[in-house]
């Protein structure tokens, strides 16, 4: 998708040190309307980079613009337009996804009649219907991280956050998870996540970044990325552009 509108999310010399530098002077452009991609070892950044993105962590230096709002100055404005899905995302135990989803859509402020036929489709689609009127307390990892992806977008956000989300998924669920991220941004949405599970990045994403040590060492579509090294898949890429080949 063209950047006609500017990117969706701008990261200008980001910096956060806890003792030592976590992140490092980052620069970080993602497009409107892409899945993109943010891999690097661990320690890398990756999670504090993300965590000062959604306004859950100060920066100790930098700038962060959400599409085209600068998070500093106005992160309510920020926040209104993304949603952040942690690698262990906390529900309600004695919430029913039905109640959960009226729950989160109502902290938006989304009025029951448009809230409802959203939280209908999201767990349709996610094969969580059948599970509609059960407590959350007795779902599974994949379970619970399926109605925390639905309650993410309840409220229909421009950016999509995700720190892991396939984690601990099996491959019913994962497949699940993964179309619904594609039809996201098919829809005009921008998704940036985090995986440790290189075939995912490389199946799904349409341009990957990988950071080390703070820093953005290599960012583009797998075959600029391809080019940048000694070729192969994603994981060879990977290792040889962090000296770990």
């Not at 700038?63 to 309600?92: C, F, N």
């Not at 399926?146 to 994962?174: M, N, R, S, V, W």
């Not at 703070?214 to 290792?239: K, P």
């Amino acid at each position: 998708m063209s950047d006609t509108q500017g990117p969706a999310l701008r990261i200008t010399g980001l910096s956060k040190h806890f003792g030592r530098p976590a992140v490092d002077g980052l620069d970080l452009t993602v497009r409107r309307g892409e899945l993109y991609a943010l891999l690097g070892p661990n320690g890398a950044g990756k999670t504090t980079t993300l965590r000062m993105v959604t306004g859950l962590l100060a920066p100790d230096a930098g700038t962060i613009e959400v599409m085209g709002i600068d998070m500093g100055r106005d992160a309510s404005a920020a926040k209104q337009v993304m949603a952040w899905l942690p690698d262990d995302p906390m529900l309600y135990a004695k919430l029913k996804p039905t109640e959960y989803l009226e729950f989160v859509a109502g902290l938006w402020g989304i009025d029951a009649r448009t809230a409802e036929p959203r939280a209908r489709r999201l767990l349709d689609w996610l094969d969580l219907t059948k599970h509609a009127h059960e407590l959350t307390e007795g779902f599974s990892r994949g379970m619970k991280q399926k109605l925390a992806l639905a309650g993410a977008l309840i409220h229909e956000p421009k950016l999509l956050i995700l720190d892991e989300p396939l984690t601990g998924l099996d491959a019913a669920a994962a497949r699940q998870v993964k179309d619904l991220l594609l039809a996201h941004v098919a829809e005009g949405g921008t998704v940036i996540l985090t995986t440790h599970i290189l075939e995912v990045a490389e199946r799904l994403a349409q341009r990957i970044g990988i950071i080390q040590h703070g820093r953005l060492i290599a960012q583009g579509t797998l075959d600029e990325l391809r080019a940048q090294s000694e070729g192969g898949t994603l994981e060879d890429v990977f290792l040889h552009l962090t000296g770990q080949a």
